[in-house]
């Protein structure tokens, strides 16, 4: 292995690094994975910029690369991630001790630009299962334990095969967290703007769910949602959040704002035959048209293709929402059911916008995508967008709608409403910055 990288696109991307892992357990399943989590590695991003940014991850990366030397193998999984390969099966024990010095050897501070960044990381951790040579099967192990690591305050470090007793005891204490977020209103609505990316005006927002913990302060529920899902409470969460959606609609429409509002729609759902009588009593309710709303669904639910999902979204349809196919491309091959559900959008995953630069497959893919959407006579959306390259680029592809930092986090109600009545103003402030940067 490499030891010291004079850039980021030296070290093998996510694509890269899983092709590269899955040839080994191909001829050598005994391995073991790290998941990297750099924990609020956005902050240093967002307040020194991008450059800075990618000089800390350089040092970082190199400084794990000097740890391990040629005895694991690295790559960038995602932004802020890292992975690393060690050879062979280890037990919790020893891969927590892989954690620990991990740990002890970035006590020390990474120095750049007269600032000083003490890295802490977030770690989750898998063994490959005996004789598995399922790549996919491997990193979704260290996948789980990275998430459990991210939402557990008391322990950076998580190993996945400890998580089949844990989950059972985590998930009852946060179905008392739903019942208790419920009646003392800890959940709210943020929105992220979806831009024009040719007059960067804005011209809609997402929706997306937050939880004002009493003592973690605002989280990305994603643990609130696996128990809602584990206990059969996802529909009464997703009719708070669609509820939550129309009345927003009110709120934006009474400001002047005629924005399309895009929802997550939960498989729940679709298989709940309620949903469509329940969304026209919303629309009586709150006075607002149907017109105004997208509802989007993963693709592993477009694929199950089953009648009564394909039978919901026709009526979902002709009520006069939007459908759209949220995450496209991230995890199916199987194109299939695009012949089979009609849709009106499809959402380009943010991992083929994040490394655009630097991997032309993306392109291509981005590229392919858009002649499916034109087949298929779909808007066409990219998420992910943070840098002004990914806009330029975009751009010369074609791509006409986007969403992600460069214009603006999810925000609540009343920022986005601030945000929106100065989208001239940003959007002037953004080709200013364009031009200068051409």
């Not at 916008?353 to 032309?360: A, D, F, I, N």
Request: with cysteine; hydrophobic share 45%; glycine share 6%.
């Amino acid at each position: 292995m490499k030891n010291q990288h004079d850039s980021l696109i030296s070290i093998p991307n996510r694509h890269v690094f899983l092709d590269q892992v899955n040839q080994i357990i191909q001829l050598a399943p005994e391995q073991s994975l790290l998941l990297i989590d750099v924990v609020r590695f956005s902050d240093v991003s967002s307040g020194f910029g991008y450059e800075f940014g990618d000089k800390i991850l350089l040092e970082i990366a190199n400084r794990i690369a000097h740890i391990f030397q040629e005895k694991a193998l690295l790559g960038r999984v995602s932004g802020d991630v890292f992975g690393l390969v060690v050879k062979g099966i280890h037990s919790q024990e020893k891969l927590h001790e892989l954690y620990s010095y991990l740990v002890e050897h970035f006590k020390a501070p990474i120095s750049c630009e007269d600032h000083a960044f003490i890295a802490d990381f977030n770690v989750g951790a898998a063994s490959n299962q005996p004789a598995n040579t399922d790549v996919n099967r491997f990193f979704s192990l260290a996948e789980s334990a990275l998430k459990q690591a991210k939402s557990n305050k008391f322990d950076n470090f998580q190993y996945a095969k400890l998580h089949k007793a844990e989950i059972g005891g985590r998930a009852l204490a946060l179905k008392a967290d739903i019942a208790r977020a419920f009646s003392h209103d800890e959940l709210e609505i943020y929105f992220q703007p979806k831009v024009n990316l040719t007059t960067l005006d804005i011209i809609g927002a997402e929706c997306l769910l937050r939880w004002n913990h009493p003592l973690d302060g605002v989280l990305f529920p994603g643990a609130l949602i696996e128990a809602a899902e584990s206990y059969n409470m996802m529909n009464e969460v997703g009719y708070w959040t669609l509820e939550q959606a129309f009345k927003s609609a009110t709120v934006f429409n009474a400001n002047g704002l005629s924005l399309k509002i895009s929802v997550n729609m939960s498989p729940t759902q679709l298989y709940d035959i309620a949903f469509v009588s329940n969304l026209k009593k919303l629309g009586r309710k709150y006075q607002v048209e149907f017109e105004q709303f997208e509802l989007e669904l993963t693709e592993d639910v477009a694929l199950s293709n089953s009648f009564l999902v394909k039978n919901q979204l026709a009526e979902i349809r002709a009520l006069g929402m939007s459908i759209a196919i949220d995450d496209f491309g991230k995890g199916y091959s199987n194109l299939a059911y695009m012949r089979d559900i009609a849709i009106d959008t499809i959402k380009i995953d943010k991992t083929f916008v994040m490394e655009l630069e630097q991997t032309p497959i993306n392109r291509a893919i981005i590229e392919a995508t858009q002649l499916i959407a034109n087949a298929a006579k779909c808007e066409l959306v990219a998420e992910g967008i943070e840098t002004l390259q990914h806009l330029h680029i975009l751009r010369e592809i074609g791509i006409t709608q986007g969403q992600g930092f460069l214009f603006s986090k999810a925000v609540p109600l009343e920022q986005f409403i601030v945000l929106a009545h100065q989208e001239l103003a940003v959007g002037s402030s953004l080709n200013r910055l364009q031009k200068t940067a051409c």
